[in-house]
């Protein structure tokens, strides 16, 4: 039986552009001894907003997926907020996959009444909201604020980020009566500490709550065995038909 904790973390884009904010974020929240490798994709769009390049990405994500199985990980995140591919790739392994949005919904749910999302556009909001009723938790919402820039831009114009999330938020808080706020974009991380400062609510940061979910579910599927159910929405493919269709 495995003994160390190591964690595969997907960044489903084309681009190394995001893998220093995530690792720096990473590195704050991990424990010393965990083991974690962030991975982009070899090709593909910069941001996955649109459904189609969710479509192009999602093969190469699966197979890494894959590969962080065969390779001894102990745990799998999609770095996506949409948590895209997050139900192929349960059924493709044993070790626990881990989605940003779906880890940053029920964190959020147990920091307070209602919680806000920050998405980078309108666009998003259809894809995220569907993704709460089917967690459970649409009841727990309070809002959906649009910054109106996408991921590559909150990269590119940190000050104009955090401008539109202190604006956003403000209004979430004292409009929505959002007890918490839930930053809707991995290229949102390494705010949420400054945040909560000015804000003086929870302030959810996707990137170091998925790592410490990715830890601690790591260390019960090493002790004890438990990951996802494979009796029916996870069930894998049966073996002959998988190698039959690769």
């Known amino acids: 039986m495995l003994d160390k904790v190591k964690i595969y973390f997907i960044i489903p884009c ?10 720096k974020t990473i590195d704050k929240v991990k424990k010393h001894d965990t083991i974690v490798d962030v991975v982009h994709l070899s090709k593909g769009p910069e941001h996955v907003e649109y459904h189609y390049f969710e479509h192009i990405v999602m093969d190469e994500t ?34 626990p ?14 920091m307070g009444h209602k919680f806000s999302v920050l998405v980078g556009r309108r666009k998003s909001i259809p894809k995220m909201y569907d993704n709460l009723v089917a967690y459970g938790l649409e009841r727990r919402l309070a809002s959906f604020r649009s910054l109106e820039l996408n991921p590559v831009q909150m990269i590119q114009y940190p000050d104009r980020l955090k401008e539109r999330i202190i604006q956003e938020a403000e209004k979430a808080i004292y409009e929505d009566q959002a007890e918490v706020i839930i930053l809707g974009c991995g290229a949102q991380t390494g705010l949420a500490e ?14 170091a709550v998925s790592i410490k979910i990715a830890e601690m579910l790591s260390e019960l599927y090493v002790k004890l065995g438990l990951s996802h159910c494979k009796l029916f929405g996870y069930e894998s493919p049966p073996p002959n038909l998988f190698r039959e269709i690769i």
Request: proline letters at 4%; a negative charge; one cysteine or more.
């Open 14 to 23: 084309g681009t190394a552009i995001y893998d220093e904010p995530c690792l």
């Open 97 to 110: 996959v881990i989605g940003i949005g779906e880890a940053s919904y029920y964190v959020g749910a147990m």
């Open 194 to 207: 400054e945040l909560m400062k000015i804000l003086h609510v929870p302030v959810i940061d996707p990137v």
């Open 62 to 95: 699966l197979d890494l997926v894959r590969r962080a199985e065969r390779d001894g990980y102990t745990a799998v995140v999609i770095d996506c907020f949409y948590d895209l591919g997050l139900r192929e790739a349960r059924e493709l392994v044993k070790i």
